[in-house]
T-cell receptor
Framework: RKEVEQDPGPFNVPEGATVAFNCTYS??????FFWYRQDCRKEPKLLMS???SGNEDGRFTAQLNRASQYISLLIRDSKLSDSATYLC??????????????FGKGTKLSVKP | ETGVTQSPTHLIKTRGQQVTLRCSSQ?????VSWYQQALGQGPQFIFQ???????GRGNFPPRFSGLQFPNYSSELNVNALELDDSALYLC????????????FGDGTRLSIL
């Protein structure tokens, strides 16, 4: 299993739709996770941190299932401005890669009028 | 609060040359991580610096090296450039620790001809 694996996408949804992205991770010792948003040719920007079972911030909800090593991101009432690539991130393994973040390849979301 | 700044924004080099990329960390952050992002991929961890020492390294050859200075700013040096080194190079700063989210600069887009 890859360290962090995401839905391949792309997701094309109408405005107002609810969309969910899934992500699996391989390091069972990971304690914290992140979702980043990356616009085309821009840097990743932190969207949410997930330290326990989940986190909610407005229209965005992240859920963590440690038993299944699975993280999800739910976006409700999609806006045109939500169009971006969403990156699932988990901490790297201890030892040689201490302190680094492992990024998934990202899932592209396009919200259409 | 000053965010992460990187320079230069764009750079064109030829094979075999050497390059130095620079990063100033966000105020209050003591840790700097460098990532390489190829087109269509998630960022790949190169290495991290904390207390002016390398604090973890990804799967990159020794011709990728770095420095961190007492003011927490950092440099990434790449020797003997290869065509495959063409990518967006991202610097991220944070506090030390696997649970700490990282905040990215705008990146340096490096093209190798």
């Amino acid at each position: 299993r890859k360290e962090v694996e995401q839905d391949p996408g792309p997701f094309n949804v109408p405005e107002g739709a609810t969309v969910a992205f899934n992500c699996t991770y391989s390091n069972s010792a990971s304690q914290s996770f992140f979702w980043y948003r990356q616009d085309c040719r821009k840097e990743p920007k932190l969207l949410m941190s997930v330290y326990s079972s989940g986190n909610e911030d407005g229209r965005f909800t992240a859920q963590l299932n440690r038993a299944s090593q699975y993280i999800s991101l739910l976006i409700r009432d999609s806006k045109l401005s939500d169009s971006a690539t969403y990156l699932c991130v988990a901490p790297g393994r201890e030892g040689g890669s201490q302190g680094n973040l492992i990024f998934g390849k990202g899932t592209k979301l396009s919200v259409k009028p | 609060e000053t965010g992460v700044t990187q320079s230069p924004t764009h750079l064109i080099k030829t094979r075999g040359q050497q390059v130095t990329l620079r990063c100033s960390s966000q105020s209050g952050h003591n840790t700097v991580s460098w990532y390489q992002q190829a087109l269509g991929q998630g960022p790949q961890f190169i290495f991290q610096y904390y207390r002016e020492e390398e604090n973890g390294r990804g799967n990159f050859p020794p011709r990728f090296s770095g420095l961190q200075f007492p003011n927490y700013s950092s440099e990434l040096n790449v020797n003997a450039l290869e065509l495959d080194d063409s990518a967006l190079y991202l610097c991220a700063s944070s506090l030390q620790g696997n649970n700490q989210p990282q905040h990215f600069g705008d990146g340096t887009r490096l093209s190798i001809l």
